[in-house]
């Protein structure tokens, strides 16, 4: 994997983290190829249970590299979109922890996780218009299902972005808390989540994810399709005897 990017596993936690401050944690090739190997290990090792992305020093990320760009170079991977993860996010919990800017592409990272923690100075935008290009790793796609509609064209059409406050305040940010603080509550987060049963979590996530494609005859069934392997596993069972014998549970992922 490439020094561009790191990552730190703390218990059930991957971290991952873009390390590429001098150039604002900009996504080239080598940031969208290790990213993806994180998430592949993440999403296929058993004692992963959540994810949490930020990028190093004052920067979340500003997006894409329009120097590599423009040599050619593509941010984005076939089938999995921008840095191996806007069109198809990993099937574990992800919770971006932003500080500074989040923008273009860095704000689409975001939106392809579940859960944003935010520094109080961060700002979070989509100035591709800018630059006439388009904001196709998500934010184009996604912000008028996510926000009310004439919010998210502001921000689309626009270019201009918004402060942590007002992000939180239109449901894109979960949490903003002191600058220097976004990556300690993440870590918070994912160490609740991961404390769950691991089969629920990817279910949960999977029927959220799919849900709004569901029609209102058949989403009931197609629920207890992704559900119904949860409740006839082992980890359901223990989880009701934990809750019984009052003690923690133990996961087995079965």
Known sequence: MSESVRTEQTGSVLLIAINRPEA?????GAVAESIAAALDRLDTSDDLAVGVLTGTGTVFSA?????????????????RGLAGMTQTPPRKPMIAAVEGWALAGGF?????CDLVVAGQSARFGVP????????????ALLLPTRIARPIAMELL???????AARAA????VNYVVP???????????ASL?????????QATKRIAAQAPDWTTQTRWDEQRIVSAPVFASEDAREGARAFVEKRPAYWQGR
Do not use: Q, Y
Not at 128 to 139: D, I, N, P, Q, Y
């Open 179 to 189: 600058d220097g603080r976004a990556l300690d509550r993440a870590m918070e987060l």
């Open 24 to 28: 604002r944690n900009a996504i080239d």
């Open 157 to 163: 059409l626009t270019g201009e972005p918004i402060s």
């Open 108 to 112: 689409e990272l975001t939106l392809a």
């Open 193 to 201: 989540i991961a404390a769950n049963g691991p089969l629920a979590l």
């Open 128 to 139: 591709e218009v800018k630059r006439s290009l388009v904001a196709t790793g998500g934010a």
């Open 63 to 79: 997006g894409m590299d329009l120097k590599a760009f423009l040599s050619g170079e593509s941010p984005a991977l076939p089938g």
């Open 169 to 172: 305040e239109v449901g894109l």
